[in-house]
């Protein structure tokens, strides 16, 4: 079901004295889950630049309840989190929201784990592309070619596919978002929140101070990541691939924006907009995602996940 | 009340089951794999209504645990060694996070090699994370010890997390006749969970996020006080257990023969038994010997210690752990505690890797230590390595390490 803004809560759920920097994607993230949510939510958070932006105890800058836990166990803290829910006889949605790091990195093996197990959870990859909290070091979610801490020349690594991954573990969804497309976001989060067992959506997240780039662009660059084909939107559900309607005229290369058009907006791209060949391996990376993208629409036509659709 | 042939492991098991735990999780490690396996039939025979969650390693294993207990649930996991060492990091944010928790740790050697025998070389390294840490000396205790986990983690006067050591093999796979109480007067005698907050959108409580570093250190201080006040809570929790269940184990330390005992015998863990069996033989020749079992190490039984140990001619600690490049851990406790009085003091280090110490052994290294008391009139010898038979020489040693090293 479309969501209607008008319908959308007016409740402030990101709250001054957040510490956020400007143009943040994570305090824009935050808002629209718990926008989407409500209140039936306990958020866990790893370490990250959402552990910072809470602000200072005892008060919060998220009006949520929060259990902050250590890098490596997002996953595994809401796990625990939901059993204890389940053995009361709550019904709270827990939801993980967690860095590429604490995602694909160093979260990894609780997330498969979880993912294995199909907890009863909602896992978040907000994903800013570098270990923003600790300065912009590289992740194995940085893209090809950009400019970080640990990465002077430019990463000489593609970006980990997550989302693909999770789909591989044969979860009940999987979905890729934007902050650049909130209502996107919001009704692939509502549409999760109805199903039971492991959820996971990828959160495309441009950060300003990372990316380098003007603080007010951060909803355009995502919407770039979208519109030059870099980032398709799907969603998986029940065995059933789809690409979400937002995004799905860019399957088709005559409508996309050549990828010049994001990358120029960002510093951290800066030493190889004069690169031809470099750009040309971009442009690649993006003909080779969107042939694994083709490749599990087909493959994954006849799911269940039709039926959940209608049902929703 | 039923006895029953219980190894250790399930001595552990049926605690867990008498504490009506909610959630269970952990990742199986020699020698604990048993809890796990025990914990498992119970929950899927149906006689233990708790989830499982069988998680993919002992960090994640940890934290699920602190999950369930932050969100409300009576939780527990159990480990040993590197799958201790691996949690380390969940280990200091559970106590800091004062979430009442109970996790079993049977005792195993740390690699390299690898080596699945006993030493406290695991445990030692988790003194300084704030969690009360007991040590158990046979299996009836580890039932007991568990159980009474539960009453000292929950009590808001504590309000912190609980180890129950048990050492490998010599207790986690030994059976031993176990009194298994009534689960009616378990339930009677401890109490529904208490803890300092729950995480669930009606509370709304956030924990973790970033303090002013003034109130992080008061936290410390609150988890400090937090021990000095459970010290108490553990004599009262061994009294009312003994009230119903007519067990009582002294509390913080085990006394053995330690009133009229001229050389005191301080000691943790299952070779406490061949200390004490020691203790009565040399005694049968003349030589007074009383053994102090330290059952927690953590609130560290300073007070305690002070009364038994500071009048005797000469303590002597038994260390199955070692601090590289200084002394055994609790020999260091110990000296630190009696510094002030000045009595004289051994400390030996014994044991480690598994590797066996009989009641013999500590006859020996006992006469000899009170033979180098009696020449030198005071002693006080830090660190007294009682190497594995055959060892003994230092020729021996460097043909070894030429060999192996």
Known sequence: MAVNLKALPDKKYIMPGNASCPGCPESMGLRYVKMALGDNVVLVIPAGCSSVIQGIAPRSGINTPILNIVFAAGASAASGLKAAYEMLGKDYHVVVWAGDGGTGDIGFQALSGAAERDEDIIYICVDNEAYMNTGIQRSSLTPYGAWTTTTWTGKKEHKKNVPIILVSHGVKYVATATVGYPTDFIEKLRRASKIKGFRYIHLLAPCPVGWRFDPSLTARIGQLAVKTGLYPLFEYVNGKFRLSPIGRRYKDPKNRLPIIEYLKLQGRYKHLLDKPEEIKKIEEYIENTWHLIDALEKSFSKGGGEKIYKAL | ?405
């Open chain 2, 1 to 405: 009340m039923v006895v029953r042939s219980l190894t250790g492991n399930y001595a552990v098991a049926y605690a867990v089951k008498l504490a009506r735990v909610q959630v269970v999780s952990a990742y199986p490690i020699t020698p604990q794999t048993t809890i796990v396996e025990k914990l498992s039939e119970m929950i899927e025979k149906g006689e233990l209504k708790a989830k499982m969650v069988r998680v993919e390693s002992e960090h994640s294993a940890l934290a699920t645990v602190f999950g369930a207990a932050s969100g409300g649930a009576r939780a527990f996991t159990a480990t040993s060694s590197h799958g201790l060492l691996y949690m380390h990091e969940v280990v200091w944010w559970a106590a800091g996070s004062r979430i009442p928790l109970v996790m079993a740790v049977v005792a195993r050697s740390i690699g390299p090699p690898w080596n699945i025998h006993v030493d406290h070389q695991d445990i030692f390294d988790q003194r300084d994370t704030g969690w009360i840490i007991g040590v158990a000396q046979e299996n009836q205790e580890v039932l007991d010890m568990t159980l009474q986990a539960f009453r000292i983690s929950e009590d808001p006067r504590v309000y912190l997390p609980v180890m129950v050591g048990l050492d490998g093999f010599i207790l986690s796979h030994t059976r031993a006749p176990v009194d298994v109480p009534d689960q009616d007067l378990v339930d009677e005698w401890l109490p529904p969970r208490r803890q300092p907050y729950v995480i669930s959108p009606e509370t709304n409580v956030v924990m973790g996020n970033i303090a002013p570093d003034e109130v992080h250190y008061l936290m410390r201080y609150s988890m400090h006080e937090a021990m000095e006040r459970a010290k108490r809570v553990i004599e009262e929790v061994d009294r009312s257990y003994a009230e119903v269940f007519g067990r009582s184990y002294g509390g913080l330390i085990e006394c053995y023969k330690c009133d009229d005992a001229d050389i005191l015998v301080v000691i943790t863990g299952s070779w406490s038994g061949d200390a004490k069996h020691a203790a009565d033989r040399l005694r049968s020749i003349g030589i007074n010997v009383g053994v102090a079992r330290v059952r927690f190490i953590r609130p560290w039984p300073r007070e305690r210690l002070v009364e038994i140990a500071r009048d005797k001619k000469l303590v002597i600690v038994f260390d199955r752990a070692v601090s590289m490049g200084s002394l055994g851990p609790l020999f260091m406790e110990v000296s630190s505690t009696l510094y002030p009085y000045g009595t004289s003091l051994a400390g030996v280090i014994a044991g480690l890797a598994g590797v066996d110490v009989s009641y013999e052994d500590f006859e020996r290294a006992i006469k000899t230590l009170v033979s180098k008391l009696e020449e030198q009139g005071r002693l006080y010898i830090p660190q007294f390595w009682l190497f594995p038979e055959g060892f003994e020489s230092e020729e021996k040693r460097l043909e070894v390490a030429r060999k192996w090293l």
